[in-house]
């Protein structure tokens, strides 16, 4: 099942997870694991380059395993991918990179999972000169509220850093966070994804099942153009269990 229920916790950002009853993971896999999707119950898959491990020798064949296992039906999205400034490829490299998986996710119709550390002008300036029609995630934020508006503004989503997440710091930031944009994640750290339910709850002034209906809601909207979702009434059925 590639898709959530709404009573499901979703975890939409991880490695190496393991299914369990009531959460839903989304599963980054990155090129240079060679790690392949499979179909798993309650979890699908990101495919993606990471520009940590990005290099002039290996770009080619990164590439091609996104191209390559991308229109796989249990790959939900494109990711992670992005900049980070303080490890990985030139900028030249990681930019170019991330261009190319924009252009597949524009054209498989699957939105984009992004990794970026200092890297908000190059994401920004891709963004204007792509002009993408799918929807962004930036999967691990911790920035200011500023920042946090401006990239709402141009209609991404923000998954909060899963230790931020479960700061004191994180309160007023997430507050204003429109509950449309949001989603959790706990990156392949092994914090259980329902304390950070738990916590976001409480900061919103909500319950727990609330929150819940309000992510799952979310993630209908973040992949209403992935195409395997318009040949199947699967993702809507289970919406209503």
Known sequence: MFFPCNKDYIDIHNHNSKPEKGVFVLESLMAHEGIVPVSREGM?????????FLTEINQADHLDFVKRYGCEKSVAAIGETGFDKLKGASMELQ?????????????LRKPLIIHCVK???????????????????????????????????????????????LKSESSEL????P???????????????RDIYKKAATDLNISVNELKEKIVVNYKKFFKHTPIWHNTNDFFVHLQD
């Open 174 to 177: 997430l507050r204003s966070i």
């Open 44 to 52: 699908a898959f990101s495919v993606g380059v990471h520009p940590w």
């Open 95 to 107: 930019i170019k990179m991330f261009e190319e998986q924009i252009k597949i996710s524009e054209s």
């Open 179 to 193: 509950n449309d944009r949001l989603f959790f994640e706990t990156d392949g750290s092994g914090i259980d994804i």
């Open 119 to 165: 890297g908000w002008n190059e994401l920004l300036a891709s963004y204007q000169k792509m002009k993408p029609q799918m929807p962004w995630l930036i999967h691990g934020f911790r920035g200011k509220k500023e920042l946090a508006h401006q990239l709402v503004s141009k209609g991404m989503y923000l998954s909060l850093w899963y230790e931020f997440a």
